[in-house]
């Protein structure tokens, strides 16, 4: 059960995530709560209880900063993906302190790249975050594929690496495909409309 929920979040965040702010800012709050809990091997109950005290905390922080609201998203996004990276660099035990300095750093690294280049970097931000959740979830479905989200052998590790770009692409296509008038690129072309109307 637990692994549906965090795969249908992690691709609506993933494939829909730049069309709505206020769902992207609660799907990546959701992502970022139960990424970082489960880096510790919670329960159910708190793994879903992170989840949520992370969606309802963005949400009220972007809100209430608005106008920062791609700062935020964007570090929430960075931060559901340092969440992943800190999984994969640590098999085994996980360390406190490792994984909050690669969470924290991808995650203002992140909110710096969102708030200068807006869209574009939400595209890549919400696709990344995404499909990291959704090779979690995946993970969760059976316990043969519990390596896609605790790997620990080399190719355990690299497979799971593996799945997350790939997942990671094609959200970013999807997104710029569904999404190419927000976004100001004629998909047709591969070109930029605003280059093509100087």
């Known amino acids: 059960m637990s692994g549906i ?3 249908l979040v992690g691709a609506l ?12 800012v609660l799907a990546a709050g959701f992502g970022l709560g139960w990424l970082v809990a ?15 005290v992370g969606a309802v905390a963005s949400w009220v922080v972007t809100t209430l900063v608005f ?10 996004a960075g931060a559901v993906a340092g969440a992943r990276i800190a999984d994969v660099l640590q098999p085994g035990d996980r360390n406190w302190a490792m994984s909050a300095i690669v969470v924290l750093a991808l995650g203002v ?8 280049y807006r869209a574009r970097a939400l ?23 519990d390596f896609l989200r ?10 799971s690496t593996a799945a997350w770009i790939a997942l990671a692409v094609a959200g970013w296509i999807v997104q710029r495909h569904l999404f190419a008038e927000k976004l100001g ?7 930029d409309r605003s280059a093509k109307s100087n």
């Open 150 to 159: 605790n790997p620990e052998a080399g190719w355990e590790q690299v497979t």
């Open 5 to 7: 929920v965090v795969l």
């Open 38 to 52: 489960d880096l510790f091997e919670p329960s159910l109950t708190v793994l879903f209880l992170f989840g949520l």
């Open 109 to 116: 690294a992140s909110a710096f790249l969102a708030d200068k």
């Open 67 to 76: 106008k920062l609201s791609a700062y935020v998203i964007g570090g929430l």
């Open 185 to 191: 690129v004629d998909v047709r072309l591969g070109g």
């Open 13 to 24: 965040l993933c494939f829909y995530g730049i069309r709505s702010l206020h769902l992207a």
């Open 123 to 145: 595209l890549w931000l919400t696709s990344i975050g995404g499909a990291s959740m959704m090779v979690d979830g995946v993970g969760r479905m059976a316990a043969w594929l």
